[in-house]
């Protein structure tokens, strides 16, 4: 059965490149903008923008999925070493905890869309500052995961394989 399945390259990826950051970015960078059209639209009353945010949730909640398809195949042909472990492992707890979080908050706004689409009600406000928290230090793990660890980088992929690491 190996045999169908195409030969890992010099990232130990069975494709050119890591796709699971390529994804993430568009989930980070939706939902932080979610979080500030939401404070931006409830300083100035601009209820324009709740529907910005309330799109840029949807679109998120749907990505984050996508991304952790691709980080759980990726994280499983990474080679972590020590340390890398406990915060490849923190890493993926978090973002499967951050995706449940995420749908969770979609499910609540499109109730408070429902309701109020001219409002948002303060509690909803300071759940998007724990989501954005909560992406913050996602980001973290996984910048250390690629920048500090090295997964998936070229030299620590050929150390793994020689045994070095």
Not at 76 to 81: Q, V
Not at 132 to 142: D, E, K
């Amino acid at each position: 059965m190996l045999e169908y399945l195409p030969p890992l390259n010099d990232h130990n990826l069975p494709y050119p490149d890591t796709i699971h950051p390529i994804v993430v970015h568009f989930v980070i960078a939706m939902v932080l903008f979610a979080v500030i059209c939401d404070f931006i639209g409830y300083l100035t009353r601009n209820s324009r923008l709740y529907e910005v945010s309330w799109w840029n949730l949807v679109f998120a909640t749907v990505s984050v999925f996508i991304a952790i398809i691709f980080g759980q195949v990726e994280a499983g042909l990474a080679s972590p070493y020590g340390k890398a472990v406990t915060d490849l492992n923190l890493h993926t707890l978090i973002g499967w905890s951050l995706s449940g979080v995420l749908a969770a908050v979609t499910g609540w706004r499109y109730i408070i869309r429902l309701r109020t689409p001219q409002k948002l009600p303060l509690p909803f406000l300071g759940m998007g500052v724990v989501l954005f928290a909560l992406v913050c230090f996602q980001v973290y793990l996984g910048d250390k995961l690629v920048w500090i660890y090295g997964l998936h980088t070229g030299p620590v992929v050929e150390a793994a394989r020689e045994g070095i690491l």
